[in-house]
């Protein structure tokens, strides 16, 4: 069945540009014009990936990807920013606030179809087994099958990196794992992602969970492990 990518881009001959190439590529392409629209066609539509654009009217990119990353069932969805030349600034934000990839404008139809195939396929080799078991560590519980994440009952809301990031440091507890295994693990072959986006991760992970402020220990000039129970 075709990938499905939803298109936030609010200038009509960039989003018809980038439809077309969607098209032909084999994947089914989505619209929104504006941040809200985005939003609500994201929790509506659940896609496969997000090509969102930053300078948008409603709500800006970064409203939408916060919007996306907050919220149970689209939280793990990739998106792909795109940016103006020169703003390293909010692609810097944007990778801090969990996007996957980022494309500058201008940019080449050749390029937009191969960051989207490689965001997919960096999925693919971390994907977690459906049948594989829930892990628990302490109040927290991690049921793969569902792909949630619970702390005391409640559930906390992870994107697709961050939630195999936990799940490699739960599964391997008590192991010091070094950046360069967590990369491999979590991204796969991937040679665009440096040792800086585990710490970016890592970061919220303990952020959005209290308990692994502490649990997860950062061993200087290693890596991290989770401490065992």
Same mark, same amino acid.
């Given at each position: 069945?075709?990938?499905?990518?939803?298109?936030?881009?609010?200038?009509?001959?960039?989003?018809?540009?980038?439809?077309?190439?969607?098209?032909?590529?084999?994947f089914t392409?989505?619209?929104?014009?504006?941040?809200?629209? @985005? %939003?609500?066609?994201?929790?509506?539509?659940?896609?496969?990936?997000?090509?969102?654009?930053?300078?948008?009217?409603?709500?800006?990119?970064?409203?939408?990807?916060?919007? %996306?990353?907050?919220?149970?069932?689209?939280?793990?969805?990739?998106?792909?920013?795109?940016?103006?030349?020169?703003?390293?600034?909010?692609?810097?934000?944007?990778?801090?606030?969990?996007?996957?990839?980022?494309?500058?404008?201008?940019?080449?139809?050749?390029?937009? @179809?191969a960051r %989207?195939?490689?965001?997919?396929?960096?999925?693919?080799?971390?994907?977690?087994?459906?049948?594989?078991?829930?892990?628990?560590?302490?109040?927290?519980?991690?049921?793969?099958?569902?792909?949630?994440?619970?702390?005391?009952?409640?559930?906390?809301?992870?994107? @697709?990196?961050?939630?195999?990031?936990?799940?490699?440091l739960l599964?391997?507890?008590?192991?010091?794992?070094?950046?360069?295994? %967590?990369?491999?693990?979590?991204?796969?072959?991937?040679?665009?992602?440096?040792?800086?986006?585990?710490?970016?991760?890592?970061?919220?992970?303990?952020?959005?969970?209290?308990?692994?402020?502490?649990?997860?220990?950062?061993?200087?000039?290693?890596?991290?492990?989770?401490?065992?129970?």
């Amino acid at each position: 069945m075709p990938k499905t990518v939803l298109v936030v881009e609010d200038e009509p001959e960039i989003q018809d540009l980038l439809v077309h190439l969607l098209s032909k590529e084999g994947f089914t392409p989505l619209r929104a014009s504006d941040g809200e629209t @985005a %939003i609500a066609k994201a929790r509506k539509e659940n896609p496969d990936l997000v090509l969102l654009d930053i300078l948008l009217p409603k709500a800006d990119g970064l409203e939408v990807l916060r919007a %996306i990353r907050s919220t149970p069932g689209i939280a793990g969805t990739p998106v792909i920013m795109l940016t103006a030349k020169g703003d390293e600034i909010d692609r810097i934000v944007g990778l801090e606030m969990g996007a996957d990839d980022y494309i500058t404008k201008p940019f080449s139809p050749r390029e937009v @179809a191969a960051r %989207i195939k490689a965001v997919f396929r960096r999925n693919r080799p971390t994907e977690i087994k459906a049948e594989a078991p829930a892990l628990e560590y302490g109040e927290l519980r991690m049921d793969p099958t569902r792909h949630e994440v619970r702390l005391h009952g409640e559930l906390i809301p992870l994107t @697709a990196k961050e939630f195999r990031i936990l799940h490699t440091l739960l599964i391997s507890s008590g192991r010091v794992l070094s950046r360069e295994a %967590i990369l491999q693990k979590v991204w796969g072959g991937d040679t665009n992602v440096i040792d800086r986006t585990v710490d970016v991760h890592i970061a919220k992970l303990r952020q959005k969970i209290p308990l692994l402020v502490h649990a997860i220990e950062t061993v200087k000039d290693v890596g991290y492990k989770i401490k065992e129970l």
